[in-house]
């Protein structure tokens, strides 16, 4: 393994938890650092994603060499800015774990876990060529031509391609498949010096360790136990279905999933703490949602609306609520109307059709694949306990909503998911998808990170794991 | 008092859901009576080669499609009266699939039913789940062959031991041991793994681990509730800790699951270096393949278009995969998308492994599935036909 292709890996971690330090403006709270690592992991690799986009068009193989520069740049700015920021009287524990011996020993055993499941996935990323269909199929064919090529070229629709033959185009089925993961692909490619899978696909497990990272710092920020965040941190990387995407790697799907985690994590900071900076990390992560995937597109409309209503007082909420409502039903009424979503187009919806300029027309009706759904969520090993837990939990904890804002908030956002999820499949074409066990999952899997945050909040004072019976201390707010 | 009659409630609601998970029958014997057993030595090798090793077999190499095939041929026996089927192999490589192969009286043709990975203990299937197991069966036999998308056919090979088998009646023995084969058996990686885990296969599973596991906690927070009287946060607590406490085990499943498959894939991948793996894949005949097209195609101007057809659609996307960064498109997709529009001047069409295609030397025509494509013949291999297209040749 090079030295360029290991800095191809700490630079953006560097850069990313520096401009995520940067943006908390000395504020620290516990689980800050660990919450900067896995955030700023994820930020910095869009942010060389993007610098290479900016940087490499017209000589790919150089990308590593030619955002390097600028990535240490960066990060050397955001870290003399947290220099700047410091308040050391204000800095936790910088390994606080959890309260009492068994407690701290459960926090440990728990931590070597995932660890443990960690080197399994990336030993197994290491080894195989690309492997799973559409990541080879799709998500890999742009880089990889474009690093071999040596330059970016245009990827049109089939009969572009065909009708322009003197033209520099290129086409596949996925012509119109969002760059951002291409770019990410082709910042590993150029560090390791050449197109080799194993270390590129090695990546996706980093991903899931920000994942955890980040759920755990985020989680201790808003006041959850050390004890209890590790536990569930656990239990959301310890998912099988989330494991598979990381050892077979070169979907998108686990990336789509970090980043909506992380823009709730950062959204919920801000809710409950009003710190401006975890208000852009939330923007900027939510903003990249359809630069991943399409259905991207999707998630970052239901989050900016969750968001923007519980800008809201309570009144005008419903007044806009009902308002939207009347509009859709007048629009259908009225024959169908056009919505502009960012990373879609133009949507058309009208009575009965959806029409998306990406997918086509989807024609709602009821498709009866509940037994399908049911099957890979509680009796497929996809998700362990997970979809018999979550109802449960939010059966025993629902005077939580009435007393915490921000749970009622996420709760909202979550609902609204799998509102959208369950009149995809049981509504339009994308049932298919669950009968035959493809896509289903993989679009549930999007929206666990949020699930696991909203478990957190919802169980934050409850005394399960540590053996500490002082009174546990609520979810910090504003700090002074 | 009360926590006794906990325990009796527990007990019996544990041997309720493993009974109906195993499909288990009240009337079945403990132990199976008189089970017909066979040596490793007593089945014939039908495919493949393998020697006697006083009641073992031991398989030493592949045949055909490198499948291994030990067969034995029975006297017509019952198959309702026999679903259990217990197998012993040793040393079965992590890179194989098994699959049972039997032949009913009456019936020509066989049926092949795909079985949970053998390890190296004995493994049990119910083949009463299986809806082509009844009549009377007159021939069975063990199939061996490379992991189908994973192995290479040529790497999945070494050497290994049938022990015995048997069949038996329904007991309940045999049916909690089928339970067991199935629930921790392990499985190996498809394409269908990033979608939905679990075997791969269309033979009959039994019930659950997940959904038996949940029965198990559910049941154990019904009693704690009605007969503990369990309320409140200490309700909570309990739920919170069964749950962890099988989540644990579902775990400690799917990590030596994940250890059994990097197994394989050290086998398969560990001693070769990254640009020599991908030559050790599944398709590494379409790997070179690619190759060999990428040198003869090395002259071609960047913009030349390229279109690739095949018979299978994931050979189509994998030689278009392999052949980057040429300029590579999907036959099928631009007849599909571009109705009469001809190909351009100067286009190259592959057509790899498709049976019907071929060139037409005098009139300068490649035909095949209907289409016809005018222009001089680049390349012509056993399975490969490339055609420049050219207008008026």
Same mark, same amino acid.
């Given at each position: ?47 060389? $994603? ?111 391609? %065909? ?72 239990? %959301? ?5 989330? /494991? ?147 109802? %449960? ?10 007393? /915490? ?34 896509? $289903? ?18 169980? $934050? ?20 | ?13 544990? +041997? ?6 195993? *499909? ?49 041929? &029975? ?47 004995? +493994? ?10 009844? *009549? ?41 041991? +089928?339970?067991?084969?199935?629930? &921790? ?40 509730? &009605? ?54 894949? +599944? ?42 960064? &040429? ?42 599935? *209907? ?23």
């Amino acid at each position: 393994m090079s030295l360029g292709y290991c800095l191809a890996w700490l630079l953006p971690w560097v850069t990313g938890a520096g401009i995520c330090l940067a943006l908390n403006r000395g504020r620290r709270l516990p689980g800050d650092l660990a919450a900067a690592a896995g955030t700023g992991f994820l930020l910095g690799l869009f942010l060389a $994603a993007v610098l290479g986009k900016l940087l490499a068009l017209e000589n790919t193989g150089a990308t590593f060499a030619r955002v390097a520069p600028w990535l240490a740049g960066i990060g050397i700015l955001a870290w003399a800015a947290v220099f700047a920021f410091r308040h050391p009287s204000r800095s936790p524990s910088l390994l606080a774990s959890a309260d009492g011996f068994v407690g701290r020993l459960l926090w440990f055993l728990l931590l070597a876990a995932i660890l443990i499941r960690l080197d399994a996935i990336v030993a197994e990323a290491l080894l195989r060529p690309t492997f799973p269909w559409d990541a080879w199929s799709a998500w890999a064919v742009k880089p990889k031509a474009w690093f071999l090529l040596g330059h970016h070229v245009v990827y049109v629709p089939i009969q572009e391609w %065909l009708a322009r033959p003197a033209a520099d185009l290129r086409t596949s089925a996925i012509w119109d498949y969002p760059e951002l993961l291409a770019w990410i692909q082709i910042w590993f490619a150029s560090a390791a010096g050449g197109w080799n899978e194993p270390l590129i696909n090695a990546v996706w497990t980093g991903v899931l360790g920000a994942i955890g990272l980040a759920s755990y710092g985020h989680w201790r920020a808003l006041g959850i136990r050390p004890g209890l965040s590790m536990l569930l941190v656990y239990g %959301l990387l310890s998912l099988p279905l989330l /494991d598979a995407h990381a050892a077979l790697a070169g979907y998108a799907d686990l990336w789509l999933a970090a980043a909506f985690g992380m823009a709730v994590l950062c959204w919920l900071r801000w809710v409950r703490q009003r710190n401006p900076g975890q208000l852009v990390l939330a923007l900027l992560f939510a903003v990249c949602l359809p630069l991943i995937k399409l259905e991207g597109a999707v998630w970052l409309m239901l989050f900016a609306a969750v968001a923007l209503l519980g800008l809201l007082s309570r009144r005008l909420r419903w007044i806009v609520l009902a308002a939207l409502v009347v509009c859709i039903g007048v629009g259908i009424a009225l024959g169908g109307f056009h919505v502009p979503i960012f990373g879609l187009g133009w949507v058309h919806v009208s009575w009965g059709q959806v029409t998306i300029p990406a997918l086509g027309e989807l024609d709602l009706y009821w498709r009866p694949v509940g037994s399908e759904m049911l099957s890979g969520l509680l009796t497929l090993p996809n998700w362990h306990l997970l979809w018999y837990l979550v109802p %449960l939990v939010v059966l025993l904890r629902w005077r939580v909503f009435v007393a /915490d804002r921000s749970a009622r908030s996420l709760s909202t956002l979550v609902a609204a998911c799998v509102a959208f999820l369950f009149v995809l499949f049981f509504f339009t074409d994308a049932s298919a998808w669950a009968e035959n066990y493809t896509s $289903a999952n993989r679009l549930v899997l999007h929206v666990v990170p949020a699930v696991f945050t909203l478990m957190a909040l919802l169980l $934050a004072d409850t005394n399960v794991v540590s053996a500490d019976k002082r009174q546990v201390p609520r979810a910090p707010t504003v700090p002074a | 008092m009360r926590k006794s009659l906990f325990a009796i409630a527990m007990l019996f609601s544990v +041997a309720a859901i493993l009974a109906w998970a195993a *499909g288990m029958q009240w009337s079945s014997p403990l132990v199976a009576s008189q089970p017909r057993h066979w040596d490793g030595s007593d089945f014939r090798v039908v495919i493949g080669g393998a020697a006697q090793d006083e009641t073992r077999l031991r398989i030493g190499a592949v045949g055909e499609n490198r499948t291994a095939l030990q067969s034995i041929v &029975l006297n017509g026996i019952e198959a309702a009266d026999n679903p259990i089927l217990r197998y012993h192999f040793e040393q079965f490589p992590h890179t194989l699939e098994l699959s049972l192969v039997f032949r009913r009286v009456g019936n020509e043709d066989v049926t092949v039913v795909s079985l949970p990975w053998p390890g190296d203990g004995d +493994a049990w299937f119910d083949l009463g789940t299986v809806p082509e197991w009844q *009549g009377r069966i007159t021939e069975l036999a063990f199939a061996e062959y490379p992991t189908p998308q994973i192995v290479p056919p040529m790497q999945g090979f070494r050497p290994f031991t049938l022990v015995n088998a048997s069949l038996s009646s329904r007991s309940w023995l045999g049916d909690l041991s +089928a339970l067991a084969t199935d629930w &921790l058996g392990q499985w190996p990686w498809s394409q269908r793994s990033v979608h939905a885990l679990g075997r791969d296969t269309d033979t009959p599973r039994a019930q659950s681990l997940q959904l038996c596991l949940m029965l198990i906690i559910a049941s154990l927070l019904l009693w704690s509730w &009605l007969i503990l009287r369990v309320r409140g946060s200490a309700l909570l607590r309990l739920s919170v800790i069964t749950f962890v406490l099988g989540w644990l085990l579902l775990d400690l499943q799917w990590q030596s699951g994940l250890n059994w498959r990097h197994a394989a894939t050290e086998s398969l991948y560990a001693e070769f270096d990254w640009p020599e793996r991908e030559l050790h894949s +599944a398709d590494h005949d379409i790997v070179e393949t690619a190759h060999e097209l990428k040198s003869a195609l090395r002259d071609l101007p960047e913009n030349s278009r390229i279109l690739v057809h095949a018979e299978s659609s994931f050979t189509v996307l994998r030689l278009v995969y392999h052949l980057l960064p &040429l300029n590579v498109g999907v036959l099928a997709q631009a007849i599909d998308e571009a109705p009469g529009q001809p190909l351009p001047e100067g286009s190259v069409v592959i057509v790899y492994d498709t049976p019907g295609w071929t060139y037409d030397q005098q009139h300068h025509l490649l035909q095949g599935g *209907g289409l016809k494509f005018g222009g001089e013949l680049l390349l012509r291999r056993n399975r490969l036909l490339v055609l420049r297209v050219r207008r008026q040749p």
